[in-house]
């Protein structure tokens, strides 16, 4: 609507009032830069969690394929790691955390920062519980394979063994490179579920922008008012002449 206004001197005031334009509220986080995101989901995104989750894929691809190789070469002995298949299903767990965390760094969201803490929190009790146990199986390993003679040699004549190779080296080395692997995912796991709690917690949402928005008034003069106001004094002029 155009209210119309009208002023004793015979000037005729038109008042256009615009739709006010949300196009600029209703932007997709995507298209904002690092600078654009709330301070909340800016904490977020310093915590470098697209590297992280990048290490978190690395770490678990690396647990999966050595864990096929324990499995593989513990297949005549009891061994907790290889009964409980410990390095796939925590290798699984680091590969979906680690893309959680990726996706939340590419497009910020509350939602999909929620998502990546917790799984991240999983995968920290997941580490915490390896670590327990790689602790406890290296001992083990060591009793086992020791016990025995287990050697693999290369024959090039009648009682003559030339490279003789002990399994047990091996084993413990690769139980080792998953124990420290299992401590690097930890610390990533804990440094991400910061990051993330630092984005939920009510405490970061207490720096507010109050914006105040000032609408003017309108107010229309009882435009029939003012001619029937006029016209008596009209009719008094014509009279006295």
Known sequence: MVPVES???????????????????????????????????????????????????????????????????????????????????????????????????????????RSSMAVNIVCCVFAGVAVIIYCIATPMLEHILGRGIVLYCVCYEENLCEGSFHPQTVVIGIVSILFILTVLELCVCLSNSIFGCRVLCRTSFNEMTVVIYQSATLTTDHSSSAPAAMKPSQNDDDAEA
């Open 7 to 113: 002023d004793p001197s015979s000037f005729v005031i038109i008042s256009r009032v615009g739709a006010q334009d949300h196009s600029a509220e209703t932007t997709d986080t995507s298209s904002k830069g690092p600078t654009d995101l709330p301070k909340p989901l800016q904490t977020f995104i310093s915590g470098e969690p697209e590297v992280l989750g990048v290490i978190q894929i690395f770490t678990g691809i690396i647990h999966i394929a050595l864990g096929i190789v324990l499995t593989m070469s513990l297949r005549s002995y009891f061994d907790v790691v290889r009964e409980s298949g410990l390095p796939l299903w925590t290798g699984i767990m680091y590969i979906i955390s680690g893309a959680l965390s990726v996706a939340a760094s590419n497009n910020p969201t509350v939602g999909k920062v």
